[in-house]
């Protein structure tokens, strides 16, 4: 069940009001202000996503990759080796338990507001958190943001979950166009169907 869609961080006014109330029912979202963009940030715990993994992967500056990613996915044990490895090797994997999930929303919102970057939709996972966010239209930008993410949640959480949860890295996703923008938001409010926090 959906717990609450979370929109605009700043008062809403009378036109505002409208527009939230047309995402909520619609998805119609906002096109960015200038010198911004709306991004899809993705946020994987420890251990959540491996080199090798069957899923599809690549390592930093694509020194390794497979052949497909999770929706075209790569052919059958092409890294099974490394993944094997990797697997071996993992120590700390982080899964996030069910009564910390709304801490941690709550808290990629708030630090959202005190940012003044404006957020449609975020859900929480056990290995996995998804914004959509408007912020600098720089890519390097976007990725030192979802970094302040991560400390910021993982410090919400640091008496049950010590040091930092999330996986170094990721990839934030520049959104096109409207039609992406209505797809992102609905994929991450459709994360409340398997339990995530949204």
Not at 82 to 90: A, K, V
Not at 136 to 144: G, I, K, P
Request: proline share 6%; net charge positive.
């Amino acid at each position: 069940m959906i717990h609450n869609v979370i929109v605009a961080p700043k008062p809403l006014k009378p036109m505002a009001e409208k527009r939230s109330a047309d995402v909520q029912s619609t998805g119609e979202t906002p096109m960015p202000n200038p010198g911004h963009a709306w991004w899809h940030l993705i946020l994987h715990t420890k251990g959540s996503w491996l080199h090798g993994d069957p899923r599809g992967f690549r390592s930093r500056n694509h020194r390794i990759h497979s052949n497909g990613d999770y929706k075209n996915l790569p052919p059958d044990g092409e890294h099974q080796r490394l993944y094997d490895h990797q697997e071996s090797q993992l120590k700390n994997a982080i899964i996030i338990p069910d009564h910390l999930l709304p801490t941690l929303g709550q808290r990629l919102h708030s630090k959202c507001i005190q940012t003044d970057t404006q957020v449609l939709a975020i859900s929480v996972g056990s290995s996995h958190a998804h914004l959509l966010v408007q912020y600098l239209n720089q890519y390097e930008h976007a990725q030192n943001f979802a970094a302040k993410l991560k400390q910021a949640a993982s410090h919400a959480v640091r008496n049950e979950l010590a040091g930092s949860i999330w996986a170094r890295g990721g990839k934030p996703i520049l959104i096109q166009d409207r039609q992406h923008q209505q797809k992102v938001f609905h994929y991450i409010l459709e994360h409340a169907s398997t339990g995530d926090w949204t």
